[in-house]
Nanobody, 129 residues
Framework: QVQLVESGGGLVQAGDSLRLSCVAS???????????MGWFRQAPGKEREFVAA????????YYANSVKERFTISRDNAKNTVYLQMNSLKPEDTAVYYC???????????????????WGQGTQVTVSS
């Protein structure tokens, strides 16, 4: 029973772009807009790290310094979907990318894994040199 499902990963060359999508289940989310959403990634042999987060209607957005000016997070609440547009990809962006839903008490989205209650299965992004 998966509540969040990512898609859009693949193998690309450095400098290329990818658009990741994450769709929430209507059974789990009575109102998608009640959740902050985040993207995290985990490279081989490394800990999971924060990538980006977006608040209920997109009013607050955070990015990791490593992806600023290259990645864009957005959401379409009518489609229960959050996106991650990744431009100018680098080999160091290679990782499994996960989306997550934040149902915490804070008015802004968390920038750490423990702030998220629901997680997708991940989608692989591989960037060749």
């Amino acid at each position: 029973q998966v509540q969040l499902v990512e898609s859009g990963g693949g193998l690309v060359q450095a400098g290329d772009s990818l658009r990741l999508s994450c769709v929430a289940s209507e059974r789990t989310f009575s109102s998608f807009s009640n959740y902050h959403m985040g993207w995290f990634r985990q490279a081989p042999g490394k800990e999971r790290e924060f990538v980006a987060a977006i608040s209920w209607h997109g009013g607050t957005i955070y990015y990791a310094n490593s992806v600023k000016e290259r990645f864009t997070i957005s959401r379409d609440n009518a489609k229960n979907t959050v996106y991650l547009q990744m431009n100018s990809l680098k080999p160091e962006d290679t990782a499994v990318y996960y989306c997550a839903a934040d149902r915490g008490s804070a008015v802004t989205p968390a920038r750490y894994s423990d702030g998220y209650a629901y997680w997708g299965q991940g989608t692989q992004v591989t960037v060749s040199s």
